[in-house]
């Protein structure tokens, strides 16, 4: 709550950690697990992602914003000390939560950050595209786990995909927006 009046954050995003696709990629599919590189001239949170032979991160590969980039996480995090603990734990879930009780943020629904950079390129074969949002979307159900009342999420779908509903079964009740109060 803040200034007498509750919040809702439609469009808080996550930090997924580098081993979420490892432990929640489907075993056929396990070769197509992202892989991150972090390069001594990029912010951390911003890393070389490599899905096969494709390589995502434009901010990261181009010096001049490598460089931008690495000056932004600097100054949020002399801006705002939680960052950095929440940059320690890994962005886990009780490190947003608390993230949301420092800004006074009651309900959030969750997006991925590294999730959606994943499935955003049309060069993915659909079978794996699919099988990363399921992935995702199996991490986030646990993620949001932490404090369902508090945290929703945004399902995540390849474009071949019709918005998920095999992985939306799997997430129960967190799935349903309709049931925050």
Sequence with gaps: MKNGFKVLDSDLHTMEPDGLWEKYLEA??????????????????????????????????????????????????????????AHARGYDAESHVAAMDI??????????????????????????????????????RDFCAHDPRRLGSSLRRSRFTTWGWPSRRRGGPYASWARWR
């Design 28 to 85: 056929p599919f396990q070769k197509f697990a992202p892989q991150f590189t972090r390069r001594t001239e990029n912010a951390s949170n911003q890393p070389v992602i490599r899905i096969g032979g494709i390589e995502i991160g434009e901010m990261s590969r181009r010096p001049q914003t490598a460089v931008v980039g690495k000056d932004l996480q600097r100054r949020a995090f002399a801006r705002h000390p939680h960052y950095e603990v």
């Design 103 to 140: 800004e006074g943020i009651d309900v959030a629904v969750i997006y991925g950050t590294r999730g959606r950079q994943v499935l955003m390129h049309d060069d993915l074969e659909p079978e794996v595209a699919a099988a990363l949002a399921r992935a995702h979307n199996n991490w986030t």
